[in-house]
């Protein structure tokens, strides 16, 4: 299958807009901020659903405790913030009240990896695909643009278990079909070949279609 970019746009929004949609279809979903609702897009969501938002500030273990708690009342709660607060800052309360308790709790993620480089190494982290893997029962998701990490979203809403969905700032290519089904704990072969696998994952899938190109221009036939 040959993909096309649809056009520059950020990961980010993908989740912003389908939390849009969770809080018009689900009265289940609940979203929890620290203090970054516009960096993760939830304007939208906090304007047509007050009282399902709740702000913590700069308190992420709080977060993580919080949101755990909601899940016995049988909400499904959507912590927010950025990857390294997500993770490296309050790894022991996702670790203690999420991961071996089997909470529902939904970790979203934005301004992962390296991308965000003007913010500095105090705001980047590399390491939290791994630390959150090493947790049982935690579901990593690394959705690769818009159309994916929306899809992403609502998927997870509709999935019983703690979940890593991790995501970023920058705009970049959008070029899965917008109907393409997103299943849970499945890869997808986004081009047959023979000669050597390349293997992706977030931002760079489409960085690694550009690569398999090069080499289909030189005769390898990439997959």
């Known amino acids: 299958m040959n993909y096309t970019d649809q056009g520059q746009k950020d990961t980010r929004s993908g989740f912003g807009d389908a939390m849009t949609e969770l809080g018009r279809s689900n009265p289940k979903v609940v979203a929890l901020c620290a203090d970054l609702i516009g960096s993760l897009k939830l304007e939208t969501f906090i304007e047509e659903n007050p009282s399902r938002f709740f702000q913590v500030g700069i308190a992420e273990a709080n977060m993580i405790g919080i949101a755990a708690g909601l899940t016995i009342g049988g909400k499904i709660p959507f912590t927010t913030t950025f990857a390294n607060f997500s993770t490296g800052r309050v790894y022991d309360q996702i670790r203690q009240s999420v991961a071996y308790s089997d909470k529902n709790v939904k970790i979203c993620a934005s301004h992962a990896g390296i991308t965000l480089g003007e913010d500095g190494a105090t705001h980047q982290i590399l390491e939290d ?29 509709d999935y019983h278990g703690p979940v890593y969905l991790r995501f970023g700032r920058p705009k970049v290519a959008n070029f899965t079909p917008v109907d393409q089904p997103f299943e849970i704990g499945k890869a997808l072969m986004l081009q047959e ?20 190109e090069v080499l289909n221009q030189k005769e390898f036939r990439p997959r």
């Open 193 to 212: 070949g023979s000669d050597v696998t390349i293997a992706a994952t977030g931002h760079l899938v489409w960085e690694a279609l550009l690569a398999a």
């Open 129 to 157: 695909i791994g630390l959150m893997k090493m947790l049982p029962g935690m579901t990593v998701i690394n959705p690769c643009d818009y159309n994916q990490t929306k899809a992403a979203t609502l998927a997870i809403a």
